[in-house]
């Protein structure tokens, strides 16, 4: 499917300066202030929610901007065209002469003709703005034009740890893994912002649900507005390729039931409506056994009680503290005084906001950009956006519209367009920082006013700001906020209460040739793989357009009529079939961003491409052309440059499979950096040549050498070359992101410790280095990653004082077979670790002994660690994963540890101090017997989940050897070493199931066990458990029975008779007596 969303518009006076303007000749912009003219623009929006008048001057004024820009682009083209032209000097004075002479040229003509063109527009534009004075422009009393975020630079509290979300998690999840329930869907009810999501998600997350559910799946049913599309999108997600949209239902569903055939999974579909209830896949959860379960959140009452089997869960009401909490949080409210002098504000607010969580967040983002005085705050308290025409509106929406309008309307002009953008993206589209501010920029929304700051720098603050405000939601797992989305209740309210911002642009198809029939858009993003056909009806007649997005599209061939798109600032063909650009796109002037990164067909570049002077971002990052590779010499404009290849040859002489050093010399204004095969600089003075050290905004720089695996030996003449290579590449000291891979030389840059402001380093496939720098000096350092450095036998702290990796939060260190020790780390170190891999080290015998003192570290991972014996001592830890790791045979003294999974350690004996421990998985293929330290943990652990042998599991049985080690605990799974469930055991219900094939294999266990001398009522319980009886008999069989007897003495006149049935009877009441008393027992 195609999505095409135009640009939004721009206002007249506020059109961004290009770099290169017309000298002559060329319209101004109507005379008229820019703060007039968008405090004009903004109060119409805020009152066309409620006219309709105001609503259609506000579109006709819209449609006038968007002419006049593209009239003014076109006369912009016209004129750079021209100057191209222009002959030698000699020959200009001719051509001036003659021009003079000739005003009638053709050349002449057409620049009289867009001049007439761009004064008639600009007229029309003031007659609109004249008749909106008369009518409806009112300017808002509020609205602050100076708007300046004071918020910290972090975001606001995560509600998710606010409210009742915990006691309401665990409350669930005993719900999904009750194993007597019959309810295969469980659904959370609530109105819109409540935080059903957020619930949802922590159940999702929780270790409780890994450890129970095999296969977790999470689809995000806002997406998909049919149960069809649901369907695939949740085949997708769990891994498959539904195919085409075509393909039948019935087929969906076939595929989806062989991929989770044999499995226990928990399917969370998010944001279900009542039109997913029709013709849908949840009406048929034939799919749904062992023990799995679907979790829905949805705001209809009526979607869940519509659905048979289902249990419902409505959302609980937060304490009213917790919501001062939040509010004060998002508002950047952190001194009791402050909060003091407003708390009778805060309270209204709170009521205001109908205790909605997502309605008090937002809020309380347009909050933190006012004073925190009373002056201030009364102003939004009072505003007039709280009481807004809601005829359009949906009831469960009404909460949220007041403080998500006021957001909006909150915001600075240019930070509204940018938000407009993000609301026309495709639903569920997830918005990245480094995308969409480069989107903006191409749509013009990014202008520097006092010519002092870099347009990325302001996009960068824009988005900072949307995400601090609330309206950007960081997605789950991105905790540098570089990955968001739009929340789903933001963008209905904000659809129906704005929608002549972009009502009848925004438009879909489902093709590339219904796309080719749309017209004045500005934005195309295609999803879903589509063939070329048809590209070419999309660029004829769409001059106009400014973003072009192909990512991940079947196309093969770029048309050579791209060059049509004279104002097309972003393309987009990353992860396409593309073999090679058309020579035509030196035609696209203006375009400012290729993306060309995973092109694995690439072979060449057009040679033009070295005339796109404006071009900003070539990201060539996983492509690897090298037939031919163009001058870049005149691209000086280059913020960001990703696939640098070296070329072979010395600087005279001419190689197209790669690029000489030397071009990087004047693009001083790059910001990251990926060069790739440095090796084959010859002579180090060739790398001086790039001078990196002088490109003062340099952030981001990957340096990376050949690939290839003939190094077996490199010389040491060839290893100092190397090395004298890479410290002539030094870069500035404002890097933050540094990346060394494949590098041959036996040691590492001198520089390396000279970065002060180093965030993040990956040293990758150094394979000759033997030592490492004392990487702990650096003082801003957070992630560390080191992998395939093969010979190197040990990490040093280094001879200095001060704490060693004093910021350093995420440490992993993998596949380095010779590392043997970390040498001189002493107490201190380490202070702020959060996680710790340690993967494919055989050598290593023990952990650095300085995080028995670290107060962070809570997660660690442990793979492959050959040598490896003991794992101790460290007291904040509480999630440790040890896999492969043979020789480990203690885990101990780890008070804090929840959770623990054991994977292929078999000679693990010594498990104690774990007093903490809530959730086991055990998985080896080739236990037989559970380990003996499983006893002494028993009685705190709330799951346990074995994947083993038929074997193992058959010891796990309630007449197994092992039983009287598992009986204990809360709840067991056990699993074949495929990942079908084999049993599943609940003590409280002392309820022991058996699935498929191995129910036989129980029963037979069970009943052979009982010449053991196990008591009858136990064996009546566990063999009614394994045919699973207890699911079907009710308690309204007692009746029928009595029933039953009445009726059979009744015909019956003789006494032997009526004294068999009554002996038969008796005994069937006292088998059923003996099971409810086992039961009620077992649950005592």
Not at 379 to 390: A, I, P, T
Not at 463 to 485: F, K, Q, W
Not at 742 to 756: A, E, I, N, T, V
Not at 1003 to 1010: C, K, L
Request: glycine share 6%.
């Amino acid at each position: 499917m195609a999505d095409v969303s135009p640009s939004l518009s721009r206002a007249v006076a506020t059109r961004p300066p290009r770099r290169r303007r017309p000298t002559t000749g060329t319209p101004q912009p109507p005379a008229e202030t820019a703060t007039d003219r968008k405090s004009k623009v903004t109060g119409a929006e805020a009152r066309a929610t409620s006219r309709k008048a105001t609503t259609a001057w506000l579109v006709a004024y819209q449609e006038a901007a968007y002419a006049w820009d593209d009239a003014v682009d076109d006369l912009e083209a016209h004129v750079e065209k021209e100057k191209e032209q222009q002959p030698s000097p000699e020959g200009a004075r001719r051509s001036s002469i003659l021009r003079w002479l000739l005003p009638s040229s053709a050349v002449h003509r057409t620049e009289k003709k867009l001049n007439t063109n761009i004064e008639k527009l600009g007229k029309k534009v003031l007659a609109i703005v004249q008749r909106g004075r008369e009518q409806v422009l009112i300017q808002m009393d509020w609205q602050r034009h100076d708007w300046i975020s004071k918020f910290s630079g972090s975001p606001s509290t995560n509600s998710g740890s606010l409210g009742n979300l915990e006691q309401e998690k665990m409350e669930l999840i005993d719900i999904l893994t009750d194993s007597q329930s019959s309810s295969t869907v469980v659904a959370i009810v609530g109105c819109c912002g409540i935080g059903k999501t957020t619930l949802a998600r922590k159940v999702y997350d929780d270790c409780y649900t890994r450890n129970v559910f095999n296969t977790t799946i999470w689809v995000d049913g806002s997406i998909e507005s049919t149960g069809p599309g649901l369907l695939s999108a949740v085949v997708r997600a769990a891994g498959g390729k539904p195919g085409a949209e075509e393909q039948s239902r019935e087929k969906i569903m076939d595929m989806l039931a062989v991929m989770l055939e044999g499995k226990r999974f928990l399917l969370v579909l998010d944001d279900i409506s009542s039109h997913h209830n029709h013709d849908s896949f949840l009406e048929d959860r034939s799919f749904v056994k062992h023990g799995s379960r679907i979790l829905i959140t949805t705001r209809d009452q009526s979607v869940a009680a519509g659905m048979n089997r289902s249990y419902i869960h409505n959302m609980q009401e937060w304490p009213f503290q917790d919501f001062w909490t939040l509010l004060c949080a998002s508002a950047g409210l952190d001194k009791e005084h402050d909060q003091e002098n407003l708390r009778e504000i805060v309270i209204t607010i709170i009521q205001r906001c109908n205790k909605v969580p997502l309605a008090i967040k937002i809020i309380g983002g347009v909050l933190a950009t006012k004073d925190p005085t009373q002056a201030e705050w009364q102003q939004v308290n009072e505003s007039e956006l709280w009481s807004l025409d809601l005829e359009d509106i949906p009831g469960g929406m009404k909460k949220l519209s007041g403080p998500v309008y006021m957001a909006y309307s909150n915001l600075p002009y240019r930070l509204k367009l940018c938000f407009l953008y993000c609301l026309q993206l495709p639903e569920g589209f997830v918005i990245s920082q480094h995308v969409v501010t480069q989107m903006w920029i191409a749509e013009g929304f990014i202008i520097d006013e006092e010519n002092d700051c870099d347009p990325q720098d302001i996009a960068d603050r824009f988005y900072r700001e949307l995400v601090l405000t609330n309206l950007l939601e960081p997605e789950i797992g991105s905790a540098d906020m570089t990955r968001c989305t739009v929340h789903g209740c933001v963008r209905s309210v904000l659809q129906l209460l704005i929608k002549h911002r972009w009502f009848g642009k925004n438009k879909w198809a489902s093709s590339i040739e219904e796309a080719g029939n749309m017209t004045r858009f500005r934005t195309v993003i295609c999803k879903n793989p589509l063939a070329d056909r048809g590209l070419d009806k999309v660029f004829m007649g769409r001059r106009y357009l400014r973003v072009l997005d192909l990512t991940g599209t079947g196309i093969r061939h770029i048309p050579g009529s791209i060059a049509l798109l004279h104002h097309l600032r972003l393309l987009n063909l990353s992860l396409t079939q593309i073999m090679e650009l058309p020579e035509s796109i030196e035609s696209l002037r203006n375009l400012q961003f290729l993306l060309l990164r995973c092109c694995n067909g690439l072979h060449s570049l057009p040679e033009g491409i070295g005339k796109l002077h404006d071009l900003q971002c070539l990201d060539l990052e996983g492509s690897v052309p090298q037939l031919f590779l163009p001058s870049l010499v005149g691209l000086k404009q280059l913020t960001t440059l990703r696939g640098f290849i070296v070329n072979h040859k010395e600087v005279t002489e001419k190689d197209v499979s790669g690029w000489p050093l030397e071009d990087l010399e004047h693009m001083n204004s790059l910001r990251s950096l990926q060069i790739l095969k440095i090796d084959r600089v010859v002579q180090f003075t060739r790398a001086q040549e790039a001078a990196l050290e002088m490109k003062s905004h340099l952030t981001q720089l990957d340096l990376c050498g050949s690939t290839s695996d003939m190094h077996l030996h490199v010389p040491a003449a060839e290893a100092r070359r190397l090395h004298g290579v890479l410290n002539s590449l030094c870069p500035p000291g404002c890097l933050e992101s540094l990346k060394i891979a494949s590098y041959h030389g036996r040691l590492f840059p001198d520089w390396l410790l000279q970065l002060p402001s180093l965030q993040r380093l990956v040293l990758a496939d150094c394979k000759f280095c033997e030592s490492l720098p004392c990487l702990g000096q650096l003082p801003q350092l957070k992630f560390l990653t080191i992998t395939s450095c093969s010979k190197l036998r040990t990490i040093q702290r280094g001879w200095y004082t001060k704490p060693a990796f004093l910021k350093l939060e995420h440490l992993h260190v993998d596949d380095m077979d010779k590392l043997e020790s970390w040498t001189g780390f002493q107490t201190g170190d380490f202070p702020s670790l959060i996680k710790f891999h340690l993967d494919s080290c055989p050598n290593i015998e023990s952990l650095p002994a300085c995080l028995e003192y670290s107060k962070q570290l809570t997660s660690m991972k442990v793979v492959a660690a050959g040598s490896l014996i003991v794992i101790g001592n460290l007291p904040m830890l509480k999630e440790l994963i040890v896999q492969d790791s043979k020789t480990l045979t203690s885990v101990s003294n780890l008070p804090s540890l929840e959770v623990l999974m054991v994977i292929g350690c078999s000679r693990l004996q010594d498990v104690k101090g774990l007093r903490c421990v809530k959730h086991l998985r055990i998985v080896d293929r080739e236990l037989t017997r559970l380990p003996d330290w499983l006893t002494g943990h028993a009685s705190v652990l709330q799951t346990l989940t074995v994947f083993g042998t038929e074997e193992l599991l058959g010891m796990l049985v309630p007449s197994g050897k092992d039983w009287p080690a598992i009986r204990d605990i809360e709840k067991v799974y056990g699993n074949l070493t495929d990942g079908s469930p084999f049993f599943t055991y609940t003590k409280k219900m002392g309820d022991f199931q058996a699935f498929g094939e191995q129910r036989d294999l129980v029963v037979r266990s069970v009943v052979d066990h009982q010449l053991e001398g196990w008591s009858s009522h136990f064996i009546a319980r566990s063999f009614i458990s394994r045919i699973s009886m207890h699911n079907t008999i009710k308690w309204y069989l007692i009746p029928l029975l009595a029933t039953a007897l009445v009726l059979l003495l009744s015909m019956v006149e003789e006494i032997k008779v009526i004294g068999v049935f009554l002996v038969f009877f008796a005994i069937i009441a006292c088998f059923w007596c003996l099971y409810f008393f086992s039961i009620c027992k077992a649950s005592n």
